[in-house]
């Protein structure tokens, strides 16, 4: 790796006057006055070398291998509605009133053309390029221009929506080809730097450092994502990250925005994950990942106290599917996973990208925390599919001086609806619960991993426990552990 070195020496000035004054000097900008009585002599202070990273020569050598992709398509869109004061969009809300009440002719549906711009980079000379699947969504055809003016069709060979990774192909040979890194040895703090299209501005460069790794965003839980404060903007997806080796680390994905441009923070898959997505692509036409059929969450503070563990870590398990592999192996609502073959699994988030990557078929080892006490449960990956995850006589009050919640049983009803077994729906809620964000119409199904039955279980459980439990909850098609201190 190459540095420009910039070097500053200090200027001292000095300037003799009559006995009994005095003489400045400015130093590192800051002046200083000293007592003389006699011209006095300074010599130049060397101040420690500078270095900063030389992203001229990273760009010079692997811009020319990343490109521009255009893509243009149609999508169809419903007819407007004839009315007599003519065509009305479908969108207007008015729309629906004359096409119920009013005499009016439904026109046929239209074509309409959208254009879309991203990035992409070459990873094979004889024309092979990565990009992201969003990129190229819905395309008719795609364009992919080189850095030298060259416009090649391209041919989208494979596309995978869960990773946002797509791998295009164009007929044309001997094209430079970027160097790929390892994610693994790229740490928070590092330069690194984007090459990109953004708002059609062809081959931008922008650069920032590593923010985080490993970052699990809502509805992508297959990628681990590399957080940077690399200015990234439309037009910039699929184009490479970059570390100061000129090594592609990552594809620049997305953006965390509230006004739908930079603010700060953008995400980018890891490069290995990118490739082996493409090369099961190129080799079967399709990717399949390991999955085990639980749903989790993260473990916090008080979830740690509530299920006995030193400190908050590991994947809390809130579902297991049925006759999913970690329903085959024994596994149950309210285990931890703290470890998956021996590798720790510190946050929930780690363990979807982990799993997901092992072949289906394959044998684990899971170490998980269950009632007070650790232990091992081996596991055969299942193969993920598109719906799947990789992960009455009671009376109505429950204990409403800790919980301060009123349930009652489930109707037969109710729990077919519910697909649960057992739980109790809550009526009413004050207290701690409410606190906690329990609501009328959630189902209690377990506390601290015991199953609940009746409200005199609960009550039990609820009496037996010292200041804090988690409670699983299900809301709608969702479960989760809620932490409630009970004071």
């Keep these: 790796m190459t540095h420009k070195a910039f070097k500053r020496s200090a200027v001292v000035l000095a300037m003799a006057v009559a006995a009994g004054s005095g003489y400045v000097a400015a130093r590192h900008g800051i002046g200083?006055?000293?007592?003389?009585?006699?011209?006095?002599?300074?010599?130049?202070?060397?101040?420690?070398?500078?270095?900063?990273?030389?992203?001229?020569?990273?760009?010079?050598?692997?811009?020319?291998?990343?490109?521009?992709?255009?893509?243009?398509?149609?999508?169809?869109?419903?007819?407007?509605?004839?009315?007599?004061?003519?065509?009305?969009?479908?969108?207007?809300?008015f729309s629906q009133f004359f096409r119920r009440f009013g005499p009016q002719a439904q026109m046929p549906q239209a074509e309409r053309v959208i254009h879309g711009l991203g990035s992409g980079f070459i990873v094979s000379s004889d024309g092979?390029?990565?990009?992201?699947?969003?990129?190229?969504d819905e395309a008719d055809t795609v364009t992919v221009k080189l850095t030298d003016k060259r416009e090649f069709k391209a041919k989208v060979l494979g596309v995978d929506k869960l990773t946002d990774v797509a791998v295009l192909k164009i007929d044309a040979h001997n094209l430079p080809t970027v160097a790929l890194g390892n994610p693994d040895q790229t740490h928070e703090g590092e330069w690194v730097l984007a090459i990109g299209a953004p708002f059609g501005f062809e081959n931008s460069v922008t650069a920032g450092i590593v923010s985080a790794k490993s970052r699990s965003l809502p509805n992508e839980g297959y990628v681990p994502f590399i957080q940077t404060d690399v200015a990234i903007n439309p037009g910039n997806s699929g184009g490479p990250l970059l570390n100061l080796k000129g090594e592609v680390v990552g594809i620049n994905s997305q953006i965390y925005s509230r006004s739908g441009g930079y603010q700060g923070i953008s995400f980018a898959i890891p490069i290995d994950v990118a490739v082996r997505v493409k090369d099961q692509l190129l080799a079967n036409g399709k990717?399949?990942?390991?999955?085990?059929?639980?749903?989790?969450?993260?473990?916090?503070?008080?979830?740690?106290?509530?299920?006995?563990?030193?400190?908050?870590?590991?994947?809390?398990?809130?579902?297991?599917?049925?006759?999913?592999?970690?329903?085959?192996?024994?596994?149950?609502?309210?285990?931890?996973?703290?470890?998956?073959?021996?590798k720790p699994v510190t946050d929930s988030g780690e363990l979807p990208p982990e799993v997901a990557r092992m072949k289906p078929g394959s044998n684990a080892t899971?170490?998980?925390?269950?009632?007070?006490?650790?232990?091992?449960?081996?596991?055969?990956?299942?193969?993920?599919?598109?719906?799947?995850?990789?992960?009455?006589?009671?009376?109505?009050?429950?204990?409403?001086?800790?919980?301060?919640?009123?349930?009652?049983?489930?109707?037969?009803?109710?729990?077919?609806?519910?697909?649960?077994?057992?739980?109790?729906?809550?009526?009413?809620?004050?207290?701690?619960?409410?606190?906690?964000?329990?609501?009328?119409?959630?189902?209690?199904?377990?506390?601290?991993?015991?199953?609940?039955?009746?409200?005199?279980?609960?009550?039990?459980?609820?009496?037996?426990?010292?200041?804090?439990?988690?409670?699983?909850?299900?809301?709608?098609?969702?479960?989760?552990?809620?932490?409630?201190?009970?004071?």
């Design 32 to 93: 200083e006055v000293h007592a003389a009585t006699a011209p006095v002599a300074a010599a130049a202070t060397p101040v420690p070398t500078m270095t900063l990273p030389d992203f001229q020569s990273i760009v010079s050598r692997y811009g020319p291998a990343v490109v521009n992709v255009s893509i243009e398509g149609t999508v169809k869109q419903s007819g407007a509605v004839m009315t007599p004061f003519g065509p009305m969009d479908p969108s207007d809300p």
């Design 128 to 136: 092979i390029i990565l990009t992201n699947a969003h990129v190229v």
């Design 287 to 342: 990717v399949t990942r390991g999955r085990i059929g639980v749903g989790i969450q993260d473990v916090n503070q008080a979830l740690a106290e509530s299920f006995g563990l030193d400190k908050p870590a590991g994947a809390l398990v809130t579902q297991v599917e049925p006759d999913s592999p970690a329903s085959k192996a024994g596994l149950e609502a309210g285990d931890v996973i703290l470890a998956l073959n021996g």
């Design 366 to 487: 899971l170490k998980i925390w269950r009632k007070g006490d650790t232990k091992n449960v081996d596991i055969t990956i299942g193969e993920l599919n598109s719906k799947d995850q990789v992960a009455s006589a009671d009376d109505g009050s429950a204990d409403q001086g800790r919980l301060g919640v009123v349930t009652r049983p489930l109707t037969d009803q109710e729990r077919a609806q519910a697909h649960v077994d057992n739980g109790l729906l809550v009526g009413a809620v004050t207290g701690a619960a409410e606190r906690a964000g329990i609501r009328p119409g959630d189902v209690l199904l377990a506390v601290n991993g015991h199953p609940i039955h009746s409200v005199k279980e609960l009550r039990h459980l609820i009496g037996k426990s010292e200041h804090h439990i988690a409670l699983l909850v299900q809301r709608d098609d969702a479960r989760i552990f809620v932490p409630i201190d009970l004071g």
